[in-house]
């Protein structure tokens, strides 16, 4: 048998659409058996029975992809998985059970597969590298395509002193769904702003300089086209700044909103918590670390 741990992951951070991401200490653990034939999936905990029990399960397509490129043919396997990642919340939960299945697959072939491979091929799973990335290296990351198939990326320093304040509403939201509201064209105008938000997310995190941040999470690519999904959005930001967030932004596709938050702010969740309970969704509060290590095998 052998088993991986999966962090969660938050992708975009605001402006870095499809390019930033940062792993969480939410994790699930992933076994493999090997058996004599066949293939069983079991699923335990958080959104167990939303999650695939046949060949479409998106573990079992990320191990098919390894043995594809490495012509390994396994016997039957069984797949158990155990999960604290919410499904379709914006938390990356496709991305884990990709990093999973990748990194387990890869195990049974002896490691033919080297990192910069996975990421390619969980990339190419995936659809763009923002959560596969964090989720395989974990930390903070900035990814990007440097050819059709090739993903170059940075792990960059997250602050010892902030926080996440995970806020998961009681709605799913698909990341199709959220990905037709966004508009093909943008004005130059908002490229410009996106782009000097990215780079400031960056100047700012490893600079320290967290008063920024406050600029640096602001976005006109996505966050403006799916707060119509997201009901009382712009509201929950407004009282995370009243109540003192460095920052606030909608995590990845949504449904979640994640704030970040100095880790000396003690009143914070109290504050937040007073305000949500009186809106008219229920929502999940939930501090988050980032987690520095991706995907790994632990036994
Ligand atoms: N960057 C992606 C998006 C993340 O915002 O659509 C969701 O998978």
New binding site residues.
Partial sequence: MFKVRVPATS??MGPG??CMGIALDIYNTVEMHVVPEGLVIENHGRDADLIAKDSTNMIYRAMERVFQQTSFVPPGLKIVSYNDIPVARGLGSSAASTAAGLLLANVLTGEELDMEKLIELGTDLEG?P??IVPALIGGMTLSYSQDTSTVGYIKLDFPEKLRMLVMVPDFPLS?AE??MVLPRKVELGSAVFNVSRAALMVAALTAGKLEHLKYAVQDRL?QPYREKLIPGMQEVFNKAYDAGARGVFLS??GSTLIALVDADNAGFLAKLKGFLDNTSCKWELKYANVSRQGAARIQ
């Fill in positions: 992708a975009n659409f499809d763009h923002d959560n990341t959220a990905r996505h990845g596709a």
